[in-house]
C-alpha cells in the first residue's frame, strides 16, 4: 500500500514538472555526420531561450521512416510541436487540419520581407505560415573531378552538347565519365536537370509544376527523355541500388569523373579533405546557369493545446529563421540560408556561387521547384511519375515516346 | 460440505474461459479488427492519414489500373512458383541424400538448416555482394580469366526477380529439408522392410511408398512457403530495393511504399486486402480439409 502510494506521488510530481517546463519536440531526420552537428545547434539555441528541447530524430535519409513515425504520433493524437515536413506535403497536412500557425513571429520579424516569395508561399497554408524555411539546397549542380578532365584533355561542359563530347573523350582516356547512383529518386534528380538543360525554364514550369499534359508528351519532352537516356552508356552497370555518396566518392576517389546531384554532395568532397575550386569543381549543370531548382528543409508546426508547448513553438520559429542559426546550420549543411538578407562571408565558393545564383534567379523567375525532391507535386504524383522516369531509365526497349506518354498519364495521379 | 463442492464447479466452469479471455480479446481486435478496418479504410480516399468517407471502388480501380501493381502480381506468381517448387524439390532431395545413413549426419543438417537461422535482411545484404557484377561472382570469374562470363541478373530489370528466388531458395531449403527428414525418420521401418523383401529398388521404395507417406508434411511445408512468398517483403528490399527501377517488386513492398511513403494510405490498404485475399484463397481450403477430416476421423 504504501508503496503504491509512493508511486503515485512520485507519478504526479513527474506530470507536474513535465507540463511546467515548455518542453519542444521536434522531429527530425538529420542523423548522419553534418546534420547531426546542425541539429546540435539548434538544440544549444533553444535551451539558451529557456526551453526544454526533446530531440525525436528517426533515421533514414530520406525521411521515409520519419514520416511513417510521425502518421502514428498524429494519428494517435499526439502530435510532437515540430517535423521536419517540405514542400507541398505542408499543404497535404494543411489539408488534414493538423497544422498549427506561427504566423504571429511570422508578422513581427518580417518574414515575408527575407523570403523570396516562391519560397514563403510553400511555407504558408490558406495564407498563414505554418513552417519556418532553414536552408535552401540547389539541386541542378554538376560535381567535377578536374584532373581527370586535364587527363583526357576535356573541357566543362556548358550545353549538353559539349557535355557529350567531352564525356566521350574521357571514356575514350579510359575515364569513366559518370558516377551515377541507380534509386528512383536519384533518377528523377538527373533527369530534373536534363529537363531544366534542354528544355528551359518555362517548359520545367508546364511540365513538372502546371503538369501540362501536351507538354509532358510533347517532342520537346520526347528529346529531353533520349537525351537523358544517352548519358547511360557513360556509366557503370553496377549503378543500380547504388547510394548517391557511394557515387560521389568515385569522384572523389578518381573513379569517375562527373556526377550530377544537388549540393549535399558538396559535405562529401569536404569531409575527404577536398577543396572547392581545386581538386572539385561545382558548375551548373549544362545549359542550366541561369536556372535554380530550389529543395528546402523546412519545420512544419503542429496544432497542440498546451499554451507553453505553443511558446515553445514559436520560440523554436524564430531561433529556425535567426540569422545566427541560418548561418551556423547552413555551415555544417552544405546549402545556403532561406533568408536573402545575411552576409555570405564565411561561405565557400560553392556556397557564394549558390547565394549570387539564388537571388538572381529568384528576381529573373529562373528559380524552380525541385518536383525530385519533393517540391513541385504532391507525394502521390510525385511517386508515380518517379517510377516512369525510372522505368524509363532501366528499360532499354522503352522508346522516348512511350516514356513521354507514360509520364503524362503519371503525372494524372492525384 | 456441498459450499466447495459450488466453488470447484464455478472454477471448472469460468476458469478456462477467464484464462483464455484475454488472448482471445487481443487476437479479435489486433487480427480482425484491425482487417476490418484496413478493409474499410481501401473503401476510402484516405491520403497521408486515415479519414473514414466512404468512397467506393475506386481505390481498388486505381490499384488495377496501375502498372506497377501488375508488375508486382506477375513477380508474385514468378517467384512463387520458383521459390516454392525449388524450395521442396531441393529440400526433398537433400532430405533424401541425407536419410542414406551418412556419416556426420548431425554436422552436414545443421549446416544445412543454418540458413534458416538468418534473418531474410541479412541473407538479402549476402547475396546483393555476392549478384554484384562489379563486386561478387562475375568478377571473380574474370579475375580468374573466364572474362565472357556474365551474371548481371542484379542489376537487370528484367532478370532481377530471379535473384530474390535464388536467395530465398538458399534460405528455405535446408527448412524443408528438416521438415522432410523428419517425416522420413517417421516412415515406419517394417512397411520399407517389406518392400526390400518383396525386391522393389529403393527409387521406387520412396516413390511408391515413403513420399506418399509424408503426403501431410507436403501440405504444411506447401503451407508456410507460400505464405512466406505472399508476405515477402525484407528480402527484396534488402537484396534490391524493388529495383532497378520498380522491376523486382512484390505486392508487400508495392503495398508499403504506397501506404508509407506516397500518401496513398486507401491504395495501400486495398493492395494489402488483395493480398489478404490470396492467403486466404490457400489457406480457407487446406482448413477446410482439414477441419473436415478432423471430424471424420
Known amino acids: ?414 | 460440505m456441498s459450499t466447495p463442492h459450488a466453488h470447484y464447479g464455478f472454477a471448472e466452469r469460468w476458469l478456462p474461459r477467464l484464462v483464455l479471455a484475454p488472448s482471445f480479446l487481443l487476437t479479435l481486435i489486433f487480427l480482425y479488427g484491425f482487417i476490418a478496418w484496413n478493409g474499410y479504410l481501401s473503401f476510402t480516399n484516405s491520403r497521408l492519414l486515415p479519414n473514414y468517407e466512404w468512397a467506393g471502388l475506386v481505390q481498388y480501380a486505381t490499384l488495377f489500373e496501375n502498372e506497377r501493381w501488375w508488375v508486382a502480381v506477375r513477380n508474385l506468381g514468378a517467384f512463387a512458383v520458383l521459390f516454392i517448387g525449388g524450395a521442396m524439390a531441393i529440400g526433398i532431395t537433400l532430405a533424401i541424400l541425407l536419410d542414406q545413413k551418412v556419416r556426420g549426419e548431425g554436422a552436414i543438417r545443421t549446416l544445412y538448416l543454418y540458413p534458416m537461422a538468418l534473418s531474410f535482411v541479412v541473407t538479402g545484404t549476402a547475396w546483393k555482394w555476392m549478384l554484384n557484377p562489379g563486386l561478387g561472382l562475375e568478377k571473380l570469374m574474370h579475375d580468374w580469366g573466364f572474362t565472357s562470363f556474365t551474371f548481371d541478373w542484379l542489376v537487370n530489370s528484367e532478370m532481377s526477380i530471379y535473384t530474390v528466388v535464388i536467395a530465398g531458395l538458399w534460405q528455405s531449403s535446408g527448412f524443408v529439408m528438416a521438415l522432410f527428414l523428419a517425416g522420413l525418420r517417421g516412415v515406419d521401418d517394417s512397411i520399407i522392410k517389406a518392400a526390400q523383401i518383396d525386391g522393389a529398388s529403393l527409387p521406387r521404395i520412396y516413390w511408391k511408398i515413403i513420399l506418399p507417406a509424408l503426403r501431410p508434411v507436403v501440405f504444411s511445408t506447401l503451407m508456410i512457403l507460400s505464405h512466406i512468398a505472399i508476405k515477402s517483403f525484407d528480402l527484396v528490399m534488402a537484396l534490391t530495393g524493388g529495383g532497378p527501377g520498380f522491376s523486382s517488386d512484390l505486392p508487400a513492398t508495392f503495398m508499403y511504399s504506397m501506404a508509407f511513403t506516397r500518401g496513398q494510405t486507401g491504395l495501400g490498404a486495398a493492395s494489402a486486402m488483395m493480398m489478404l485475399a490470396t492467403v486466404a484463397a490457400i489457406v480457407v481450403p487446406y482448413l477446410y480439409s482439414e477441419l473436415r477430416k478432423e471430424q471424420n476421423g
Open chain 1, 1 to 414: 500500500m504504501r508503496n503504491v502510494k509512493m508511486g503515485l506521488i512520485a507519478s504526479s510530481l513527474m506530470l507536474a514538472f513535465s507540463v511546467q517546463a515548455a518542453e519542444v519536440e521536434v522531429l527530425h531526420y538529420w542523423t548522419s555526420g553534418g546534420e547531426a552537428k546542425a541539429a546540435a545547434e539548434l538544440k544549444k539555441m533553444m535551451e539558451g531561450k529557456g526551453n526544454k528541447w526533446k530531440d525525436f530524430a528517426v533515421a533514414g535519409g530520406g525521411g521515409e521512416n520519419a514520416m511513417t513515425a510521425l502518421k502514428t504520433r498524429v494519428v494517435s493524437g499526439n502530435p510532437p510541436a515540430a517535423a521536419q515536413i517540405k514542400g507541398p506535403s505542408i499543404q497535404e497536412w494543411g489539408d488534414e487540419g493538423v497544422l498549427g500557425s506561427i504566423d504571429g513571429v511570422a508578422k513581427k520579424e518580417g518574414w515575408d520581407k527575407v523570403l523570396p516569395p516562391v519560397v514563403s508561399n510553400v511555407m504558408k497554408y490558406k495564407g498563414q505560415y505554418v513552417a519556418a524555411p532553414v536552408n535552401v539546397h540547389r539541386v541542378n549542380w554538376l560535381w567535377i573531378n578536374p584532373e581527370l578532365l586535364k587527363k583526357a584533355n576535356a573541357k566543362v561542359p556548358t550545353t549538353w552538347d559539349e557535355f557529350f563530347v567531352t564525356a566521350a573523350a574521357l571514356q575514350k582516356a579510359g575515364i569513366q565519365p559518370l558516377a551515377y547512383g541507380g534509386q528512383p529518386w536519384q533518377d528523377s534528380t538527373v533527369f530534373e536537370s536534363v529537363t531544366l538543360g534542354v528544355g528551359g525554364v518555362d517548359f520545367y514550369k508546364k511540365a513538372f509544376v502546371q503538369l501540362d499534359p501536351a507538354t509532358l508528351s510533347g517532342p520537346t519532352m520526347v528529346k529531353v527523355l533520349e537525351t537523358y537516356k544517352k548519358l547511360k552508356p557513360f556509366t557503370d552497370k553496377n549503378a543500380a541500388g547504388r547510394e548517391w555518396n557511394l557515387a560521389t566518392s568515385m569522384v572523389i576517389n578518381g573513379k569517375a569523373a562527373m556526377q550530377f546531384m544537388g549540393d549535399w554532395a558538396k559535405g562529401e568532397f569536404l569531409a575527404a579533405g577536398k577543396v572547392p575550386g581545386k581538386d572539385f569543381l561545382c558548375v551548373a549543370a549544362p545549359g542550366t546557369a541561369n536556372a535554380f531548382t530550389f529543395n528546402i528543409d523546412s519545420f512544419a508546426m503542429f496544432k497542440l493545446k498546451d499554451a507553453s508547448a505553443v511558446k515553445g513553438q514559436n520560440d523554436l520559429a524564430s531561433t529556425l529563421m535567426s540569422p545566427a542559426f541560418q548561418e551556423v546550420f547552413n555551415l555544417n549543411k552544405g546549402s545556403i540560408p532561406a533568408r536573402t538578407d545575411l552576409a555570405m562571408d564565411k561561405f565557400d565558393e560553392c556556397g557564394k556561387k549558390s547565394a549570387v545564383d539564388f537571388k538572381a534567379t529568384a528576381s529573373k523567375g529562373g528559380l524552380v521547384p525541385s518536383w525530385a525532391h519533393g517540391m513541385a507535386m504532391k507525394s502521390a504524383t510525385q511517386g508515380a511519375v518517379y517510377d516512369a522516369v525510372t522505368q524509363f531509365w532501366n528499360n532499354d526497349k522503352m522508346s522516348a515516346k512511350d516514356a513521354a506518354m507514360k509520364l503524362a498519364a503519371a503525372a494524372k495521379m492525384k
